[in-house]
């Protein structure tokens, strides 16, 4: 039997709509990803669990992108990996500010229109208070480079393990 032309429309609109589906959920999969925090990752405890699973948005990587407070997905550097890729940590620092932490207590001057403004201290109200971490003088942090930190801050590491390059950022968690 031979098609008719409301065959042939029908056809077309089905097609047409399923071509669209894909072109949707493939541009949805390049600005979006689930990421599954590792076992052993307990440096963001209590905000992330172990092994759970977190939504990322892959098109917010750039420092302009990313406000104070932020968490974010990065890669690893190669030296630095174990069993997982990927690494979770909170942004403190972007391009030109100085930051210091001294005691518990985390102060930075912004950088805005080219100018320092004055140190201020930082609210975070996600810390465990009985963490102890370790100080570090004013660091300026570089173009092209974030400041994360754990919100664990037991861990004594070296602070070049914390600039993470612009390139290396996979995207900003979703709440």
Same mark, same amino acid.
């Given at each position: ?21 894909? !072109? ?11 990421? *599954? ?6 440096? $963001? +405890? =209590? ?54 932490? !001294? ?11 080219? *100018? ?6 930082? $609210? +975070? =109200? ?50």
């Amino acid at each position: 039997m031979p098609m008719t032309p409301r065959d042939i429309l029908g056809t077309a609109v089905f097609y047409a709509g399923m071509g669209a589906a894909v !072109i949707f959920l493939l541009r949805l999969g390049t600005q979006y990803s689930i990421e *599954k925090v590792p076992q052993d990752f307990t440096r $963001m +405890e =209590p905000r992330l669990e172990r092994g759970g699973h977190l939504f990322v948005n892959k098109r917010a990587r750039k420092p302009e992108d990313l406000d104070y407070q932020d968490i974010i997905v990065y890669r690893r550097p190669m030296w630095k990996r174990t069993s997982a890729q990927y690494e979770f940590a909170r942004v403190v620092g972007k391009p030109g500010d100085v930051v210091e932490l !001294i005691g518990s207590k985390l102060w930075r001057a912004e950088r805005r229109d080219g *100018k320092l403004e004055t140190r201020q201290p930082i $609210m +975070e =109200p996600y810390l465990n208070p009985r963490d102890r971490p370790g100080d570090f003088t004013a660091i300026l942090v570089p173009r092209n480079t974030v400041l994360v930190l754990y919100d664990s801050r037991d861990h004594r590491e070296a602070l070049r393990n914390f600039l993470i390059p612009v390139r290396a950022i996979v995207g900003r968690v979703i709440r």
